[in-house]
């Protein structure tokens, strides 16, 4: 009986020991995310927690007709950085006439919180990305001169002007045509390709004497490449 029970302890020593070994060994821990510490990594982090606003560029009091932009602010009686991001649209030549501003504290841990916001809301075309920092390729028709003489200071009237409904066509190396879309009525587009080495060829518009040449453009994953375009109306 002994010699019984000896076994059959064995055995289910033998049985638990290969259940043992055949389980997956444990996740490794996520490691923590890298603390915040310059305004550089408040600003990514705001990002991060909005994909639209990817690509934003930080304010200029000098720049006419700058709609999107971000401030970074220490806080150091909290430890936090306060970014403040707006969002304009609407004849941002003169201002905008509509904006969206937030303010949101972003602490040493990277935890961001919105302090305040107001504003309406914002349509998908005045976004700095409105396809979230996806993959492929966005840019920006514009048109110009709009006057015939070049005016010190520059006269916000006299700014390029977007060039809606524009075709714009992407091809590979090959020279195949590989997308084909339009331009919106704030002279934006976006063409959601793979991958790759490609060219940018915008296609002629009616009214414009000039059309903008082919663009060669390298598209990385996650990363929306860019890729502006100038039309010429022919004013002199």
């Known amino acids: ?50 994909k639209r606003l990817t690509g934003i560029a930080p304010h200029d009091p000098d ?6 932009w971000y401030e970074v602010k220490r806080a150091s009686s909290v430890g936090a950085y306060v970014v403040t991001v707006r969002i304009g649209w609407g004849d941002c030549q003169a201002q905008c ?41 966005r840019g920006k028709a514009l048109a110009g001169p709009v006057c015939p003489v070049e005016r010190v200071p520059p006269d916000p009237a006299c700014a390029p002007r977007p060039v809606p409904g524009a075709v714009v066509v992407v091809r590979d190396a090959s020279g195949a045509d590989v997308d084909r879309t339009l331009t919106g009525a704030d002279g934006t587009y976006f063409s959601a390709v793979a991958p790759g080495a490609y060219v940018v060829e915008a ?34």
């Open 203 to 236: 296609q002629s518009v009616d009214g414009l004497l000039g059309t903008p040449g082919p663009q060669n453009v390298v598209v990385r994953e996650g990363i929306p490449s860019t890729v502006d375009l100038s039309y010429d109306t022919g004013i002199r």
């Open 1 to 50: 009986m002994t010699t019984i029970r000896a076994v059959l302890l064995t055995a289910a020593i033998a049985l638990i020991a290969a259940g043992c070994a055949a389980l997956p060994p444990p996740p490794s821990p996520t490691p923590a995310p890298a603390p915040v510490t310059t305004p550089e990594d408040a600003i990514a982090r705001v990002i991060a927690a909005e």
């Open 63 to 68: 720049a006419i007709g700058q709609a999107n």
């Open 97 to 137: 006439i509509n904006e969206h501003v937030w303010h949101q504290a972003v602490s040493p841990d990277g935890t961001v919180k919105v302090v305040s916001e107001a504003g309406p809301p914002i349509p998908e075309e005045a976004w700095p990305d409105p396809k979230g920092g996806r993959t492929g390729i």
